[in-house]
Every structure is written in C-alpha cells, then in structure tokens.
C-alpha cells in the first residue's frame, strides 16, 4: 500500500560542489503524518538535503524517494503534492494577499479553499491588502499560506520562524501542529532547538554533511551515552556537582551522608542533559 | 496542453493586471516614446526626410526597450527576490511562466508601436505604414531576438542594485550608434560597421521599410532580417545555456 511507504526515504546522499562534499552519505526516513526536524548549524548541509528532496538541486550520488518518487526528475505531478517554503522568497507585490493565494490556487489540480487557507495562516484582515504592505511576520505566513494552497502531503519548511518575535513565533507553532493534526508530513529545518523540541516527532542532528544523531527530542536528550547531572552545595556551601549512570546510588549516598550529619543538602537538584546539552556536546568544534 | 494554454493565458492575464497595477511605471513606459517623438519632432521642425529617419528609430528603439530591457530587469528581479525559485517548486511549468513573462512584455512592444505609429501620422503627417507586412515581420523578429537577448543579459547581471548600470551601458550605446536618433548613413564608416553588425540598426533599417513609403517590400531587407537573426539564434543559446532559478549565492 502506497500510503505504507515512508514519505521520505534517503539512503546515502552525497552532494559536492566542486572541491566542497557539503552532504557526505546522509541516510533517514519520514514516516507519513511525521514531523522531522533537521537540526544543525549554518552550513551543515541542512539546506542542500532539502534543496535536493525539493528538486532544487542535483544530488551526487545516493538514494532518494519522495512520495515514491525520484525528486530529481522534477515530475509536475510530485509537485502537485508538496508544499514548499524557503527560506526567503518575494511575491508579487503589487497583488493583494487574496489575489495571490487565489493564482497559486490555479496551479494545483486539488487546491484548498482560498479564504480558508487565508484564515488558517492568520492573514484574514489582510486579504485586501498589497503584499508589499506586510510585515516580515506576515509575509512568512503568506508564504506557509502558498505552501498549503494546493492541499499537499507533505511540507517542507525552511527556518520558518527565522526572525520572529516570541509571540508570533508560538502563533507559527500553533499553525505548524495543527498541520499534523490534517495528517500532513513535515520536514523541518531550523537551528532553534527549541522550535525542534517543541514540533518535532524526530530530530536528526547534522553537522559537516553528516548525521551525527537522530531520535525523538526526548530520546536524545537521555541516550547517547549522556548522564544524569547531580548538583548540590557541599559541606562548605560550595556548588558541586556529579555526573553518574546510576543517580539512584549516589542520591543515597549524599543523602545518607546529610542524615548522618544532621544537615539539609542544598540547592539539590537531579537533571537529564536537554536536547541543548547534546546539541551543543554533538556540534562543538573540537 | 489545452490546460497549459489555459495556465498561460491565466498566468498572462495575471501580469497584466499588476503591469497596471504599477501606475508610475507603466505610465512612463508608454510616455517615453513619446516625449522622445515630440522633443526629436521639434529640433527637425517638419523637415520628412528626418522624420522618416526619427519615427522608425523610435520604434525600434521601443521594441528594445519593452523587451531587452525590461526583460533584463523583470527576471534579475524575480530571481533575485526569489519569485522563480518559488515558481519552480510549484506544478505551474517553467515554459507557462516564462511565456506569461514574455508574452507580457510583448503587449508592451505592440502598444508602443502602435502609439508611434498614431503619433507619427496625427502629428508628423507620415501616412499609415506603407508595408504592413515588412513592419510585422520585423517587430516580430525584433521582439524574439531582443527577448532573448534581454533574457541572456539578465544572467551576466550580478544583483539587482547592478542592472540599472549593466543593462544601460548596453542600452544606451546601442541606441546612439544604431541612427534612432539620426540616418546611419551620415556616420563614419568603422561606427556604421559596429551599427550594422548589432541588431538595432538592422531592424529599423526594416521597420523603415515598414512604416516609410518608397523603401521597398520585406525582399529590400533580407540582410537586415539575417543580421537579427543570427542575434536571435546568439540570444537563445545563451539565453537556455545561463538560466539560472535563483539568486548565485555569496
């Protein structure tokens, strides 16, 4: 069954650019109804994976499916099917938002409802409005607006809260999961690790063309190898703190020792290493 | 392909609209020819022989700019500001998008010429253009050449803040040396050569053909016709081989 099959499968992608191999042998897959969130900083290969699952680009070698279909070969009817926002893009800007959304609705064969689609990005009292009259926190919601228009499965976004305001960016938040309630695919890329705790099913962490990590934000924060962080203040009020596979053990320990001596132990306090922790630990420079 | 037809005519219709919509450009889009016939009509004071040199280089002059130039700039723009990448990844087909791009810049031309036309015979007393058919064989050929031409110069421009200064500096030499403004016969003889080896002076040598009586049908003018040829055959190899759908990146 066709509904089955991942609606991402990438099996080692390498892309060069001359001398520069920006993806080196990336391997994952999205499942149907996923939100997958690619991770890392500038230049790690994010957007040339993406650019390539787009059609954008040529890749190097590898294996790549979208939808079942080979995105290098730019088939109309793969498009008609996946919603794209990039990172920047401009717009007519002479038109209003209603006339836009509404052309871009003629080019898909099963297009959404033009003012539903308006209303679900937020851009209601803006529909008469020129594009060029909107601000950048609107043009980003006009351009998630274009990507819906045609009903896709699945939908790529590029940073799409980049340069947001907290408010506005909980109001993208929103827009993005209730994507995932219409039972949409999402691919992701951002390098704010809270945005990808926040949306994301699963997080591949790339650096240097390479996944160096994948897993649920919750799964990555407790596996790989990473501890639990013991802190307290020692007998002489200074901050200490241990890093242990077995908190249960030296929990008993400091707090058998405390009992003994007949003092509170302070400031404690037991913590997993966040997504933050093994983003940071993953994409250090060493 | 029906569907496509009906994309292109949608895509077209959608051009157009905004073309309007852009008021100040598109009024001195149309007002530029003109000024150009009144301020030239009135340094020659009523001499025919110069108004039939003034008015056929205007309209060529007004095919280059509705097509070279504003293509130029249209698609540096576009790409710059990211509206082809945003096309591409839509199922509109790049061919329907770039015929509505095309095709508006055509409506353009036809309307310039038309003005040029009217403006010479209400005000220059020039007659309705004695060979119809050299004049369309040539706005037609004009139009395709200078088209793509525009097309290719848009790659060779690295930002939009730079096609202002790269498309004039074409611009600009081409129509002084090409007798928009005078008869290119009157000019030395190594300037002449270079005029008749560009494609301007070729397709107003045709558009004279065209709109001025007693300078022969289209058979007149097959050289003139190779010439702009041959630059629609460079154009449109250089036009493919350079397309690029997004801004080079630094």
Redo the contacts between chains.
Sequence with gaps: MASTQPAIEVRDLRKSYGELDAVRGIDFQVARGEIYGLLGPNGAGKTSTVEILEGYRRRSSGEVSVLGFDPGQRTRELRARVGIVLQSSGIYSHATVGEVVAHFASFYPHPRDVDEVIELAGLSEKRDERTRTLSGGQRRRLDLALALIGDPELIFLDEPTTGFDPAARRGAWQTIRSLRELGKTVLLTTHYLDEAQELADRVAIIKGGRILAEGSPSELGVGGGSRYRVAYANGDGEPTVIETDDPTRLLHELTGAALERGEPLRALSVTRPSLEDVYLELTADA | MPSDIA?LW?QYR?ER??FW??RSAAFFNFLLPLIFLALFGAIVNGHQSELDVIVPGIAGMSVMSTTFTALAYNLTF?RE???L??I??????SGVYLGGLALNAVTNTAIQIAIVVLAGRVFFNLGWPSQPLTLIVFVVAGVGAFALLGVALSHAIPTFDAAPAVINGVFVPVILVSGVFFDVKHVPGFLRDIAQALPLEPLINGLTGGLVADHGGIGKHLTALAVIGIWAVVGAVLAVRGFS??ARRN
């Design positions: 994309a949608r959608f609209r905004l919509r852009n576009l500001q990211g509206v990448k945003r591409r990844g839509t199922p509109l087909p759908w997004e």
